[in-house]
C-alpha cells in the first residue's frame, strides 16, 4: 500500500492518453483503476480524467476517449454493464 500523504487525502488519475488518437476500452480504464487502488489503498483513487486536455485531437476522437473514461470508471464502481 502506499504511504505518501495523510489517508484523508485522495487521488487523481490520469487514465486516457491523448497523445494517442486510438480510443481506449471501457475495460482498460477499469483495470487502470483497479491497479491503482491496490497500489494505493482502497478509496484512495477519488477522480479519474485524462493526463492532459483533448485540445490537439479531433472532435470525434476526444469525445470517444470521454465516453470510455466515463464507462470505464462506471464498470470499475459497477453501474456499468
Known amino acids: 500500500m502506499f504511504r505518501g500523504p495523510r489517508p484523508e487525502i485522495g487521488f487523481g488519475l490520469g487514465v486516457i492518453d491523448i497523445k494517442s488518437t486510438e480510443i481506449e476500452r471501457a475495460d482498460d480504464i477499469a483495470r487502470a483503476i483497479e491497479r491503482a487502488e491496490k ?34 470508471r462506471d464498470r470499475y464502481v459497477g453501474r456499468g454493464a
Open 39 to 72: 497500489t494505493l489503498g482502497p478509496g484512495r483513487v477519488t477522480y479519474v480524467h485524462p493526463d492532459c486536455g483533448f485540445w490537439m485531437l479531433k472532435r470525434n476522437i476526444a469525445d470517444g476517449k470521454l465516453r470510455v473514461l466515463v464507462a470505464g
